[in-house]
């Protein structure tokens, strides 16, 4: 069932270890603190996972997959996911102040965000689980990956969510059939709710939060940004943090394909949150998570105000040399636009954030002018069309004729 390069997991509050199926969290350290992180056994990984070795590999996150927590032999799906395009975008730099700048563009992904990475991982453990139903609570990305991959599979897909969904998530997780429960509530009743129904019904849980595998996932962002940028090293990647699962997983992806020996550079994370809600920035400096929850912003997929992984976050950072940064909802609805003008990429809030971060980052002199920077796109600016509409500006109405193009060419009103 678990993989041969799988050593044990390792509590990242107390430090203790346990073996894969033990448990799924720290019983010492409890629920909301004991999360567990996977440690490999690197030298094993190593022998089979080289550069010619990956040169032959399919174009997916699959690729890794000595270090994905997938047993030998069980089931790999769905397929489509990962290898997302790493697009440089000169004249964004330029708007940005930094000398070169790369993103790695998981709005293109299967079901349009980053969060199909860990999904895949999901579908596929719940497979070879034997588990016949799959759910999930989520403020929209987790699930409508989840229901994505759930569908290419064919295995039923649940789906608990709070009635913030912005409309283009919720059409996405019923065109691809999952039964979706749209909670009175708030999200973290979604999520206990969620937790309650998988050990009643027996469900598969695919909430990142309290299952260990599923971030190790999300390192295939950072693996594949490591390969796409093999022999043309970044200074900085910057990502925006929610819960702290993405930025930590990009962390040790990076940072494995060093100690497989892929790639020889190291490069600092930059973590970006949302000045509403930013535990995690704020733990970073203090230490310690705030509980107290509140505050908001528009960016809803990073609106995470108790997170549960904030110390894998907080660490992931910390090990890069890295740091984080905080930007307000006025800078992340001129990310929206920047990103889409100077780019061609259209990203939803939370991830252009990762771009009002980086500019942030450029103005209070963290990074510098010669940087060569890289951004994850974590999500597409169509699943969220109304959140869009109120950072890109209207269209010119004209009646059908010449004359009033001419007029409006005239004024020469473009931004
Ligand atoms: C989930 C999400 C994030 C943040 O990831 P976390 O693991 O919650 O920190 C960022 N951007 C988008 C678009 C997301 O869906």
């Given at each position: 069932?678990?993989?041969?390069?799988?050593?044990h997991?390792?509590c990242?509050?107390?430090?203790?270890s346990?073996?894969?199926?033990?448990?799924?969290?720290?019983?010492?350290?409890?629920?909301?603190?004991?999360?567990?992180?996977?440690?490999?056994?690197?030298?094993?990984v190593?022998?089979?996972?080289?550069?010619?070795?990956?040169?032959?590999?399919?174009?997916?996150?699959?690729?890794?997959?000595?270090?994905?927590?997938?047993?030998?032999?069980?089931?790999?799906?769905?397929?489509?996911?990962?290898?997302?395009?790493?697009?440089?975008?000169?004249?964004?730099?330029?708007?940005?102040?930094?000398?070169?700048l790369?993103?790695?563009?998981d709005?293109?992904g299967?079901?349009?965000?980053?969060?199909?990475?860990a999904?895949?991982?999901?579908?596929?453990?719940?497979?070879?689980?034997?588990?016949?139903?799959?759910?999930?609570?989520?403020?929209?990305?987790a699930?409508?990956?989840?229901?994505?991959?759930?569908?290419?599979?064919?295995?039923?897909?649940?789906?608990?969510?709070?009635?913030?969904?912005?409309?283009?998530?919720l059409?996405?997780?019923?065109a691809?059939?999952?039964?979706?429960?749209?909670?009175?509530?708030?999200?973290?009743?979604?999520?206990?709710?969620c937790?309650?129904?998988c050990?009643?019904?027996?469900?598969?849980?695919?909430?990142?939060?309290?299952?260990?595998?599923?971030v190790e996932?999300?390192?295939?962002?950072g693996?594949?940004?490591?390969?796409?940028?093999?022999?043309?090293?970044?200074?900085?990647?910057?990502?925006?943090v929610?819960?702290?699962?993405?930025?930590?997983?990009?962390?040790?992806?990076?940072?494995?394909?060093?100690?497989?020996g892929?790639?020889?550079?190291?490069?600092?994370?930059?973590?970006v949150?949302a000045?509403?809600?930013?535990?995690?920035?704020?733990a970073?400096?203090s230490?310690?998570?705030?509980?107290?929850?509140?505050?908001?912003?528009?960016?809803?997929?990073?609106?995470?105000?108790?997170?549960?992984n904030?110390?894998?976050?907080?660490?992931?950072?910390?090990?890069?040399?890295?740091?984080?940064?905080?930007?307000?909802?006025?800078?992340?609805?001129?990310a929206?636009r920047?990103?889409?003008h100077?780019?061609?990429?259209?990203?939803?809030?939370a991830?252009?954030?990762?771009?009002?971060?980086?500019?942030?980052?450029?103005?209070?002199?963290?990074?510098?002018?010669?940087?060569?920077?890289?951004?994850?796109?974590?999500?597409?600016?169509?699943?969220d069309?109304?959140?869009?509409?109120r950072?890109?500006?209207?269209?010119?109405?004209?009646p059908?004729?010449?004359?009033?193009?001419?007029k409006?060419?005239?004024?020469?009103?473009?931004?």
């Amino acid at each position: 069932m678990y993989r041969s390069t799988i050593s044990h997991l390792q509590c990242v509050q107390c430090g203790k270890s346990y073996a894969p199926g033990e448990t799924n969290w720290c019983p010492d350290c409890g629920l909301d603190e004991g999360i567990l992180d996977v440690i490999f056994d690197i030298d094993r990984v190593r022998k089979t996972l080289t550069r010619p070795v990956l040169a032959q590999r399919p174009r997916n996150h699959w690729r890794y997959e000595e270090l994905l927590p997938i047993g030998e032999g069980l089931p790999l799906v769905p397929r489509d996911i990962g290898w997302t395009p790493m697009i440089e975008a000169p004249r964004l730099a330029k708007a940005l102040g930094v000398r070169r700048l790369h993103l790695k563009d998981d709005s293109r992904g299967a079901s349009a965000s980053f969060k199909d990475r860990a999904s895949a991982v999901g579908v596929s453990l719940a497979l070879a689980s034997g588990a016949d139903q799959i759910a999930c609570a989520s403020t929209g990305n987790a699930a409508s990956s989840l229901a994505h991959c759930a569908a290419a599979a064919g295995i039923p897909c649940n789906i608990f969510v709070s009635a913030r969904i912005p409309d283009g998530k919720l059409a996405q997780l019923l065109a691809y059939g999952a039964r979706v429960f749209r909670v009175q509530g708030t999200y973290d009743e979604a999520w206990r709710l969620c937790m309650d129904a998988c050990e009643e019904f027996g469900w598969y849980n695919r909430n990142a939060a309290v299952n260990p595998w599923l971030v190790e996932g999300k390192k295939t962002g950072g693996m594949e940004i490591a390969e796409q940028l093999m022999d043309d090293p970044p200074d900085w990647v910057s990502a925006s943090v929610g819960d702290g699962c993405s930025i930590a997983g990009i962390e040790k992806g990076i940072r494995q394909m060093r100690e497989i020996g892929i790639i020889t550079w190291e490069c600092r994370m930059l973590g970006v949150q949302a000045e509403g809600v930013a535990p995690i920035a704020a733990a970073f400096d203090s230490g310690s998570l705030d509980r107290s929850g509140g505050g908001d912003t528009y960016a809803d997929s990073i609106n995470c105000p108790v997170p549960r992984n904030w110390r894998k976050a907080v660490n992931a950072v910390r090990t890069s040399g890295g740091v984080y940064t905080t930007v307000n909802d006025g800078e992340i609805l001129e990310a929206v636009r920047r990103t889409g003008h100077h780019s061609g990429v259209f990203a939803e809030p939370a991830a252009a954030a990762a771009i009002a971060g980086i500019a942030r980052a450029r103005a209070d002199g963290v990074i510098g002018p010669k940087d060569h920077v890289v951004a994850v796109i974590s999500g597409n600016g169509l699943k969220d069309v109304a959140g869009a509409m109120r950072a890109v500006g209207g269209p010119v109405d004209v009646p059908p004729n010449l004359d009033a193009v001419q007029k409006e060419v005239r004024k020469d009103n473009r931004p």
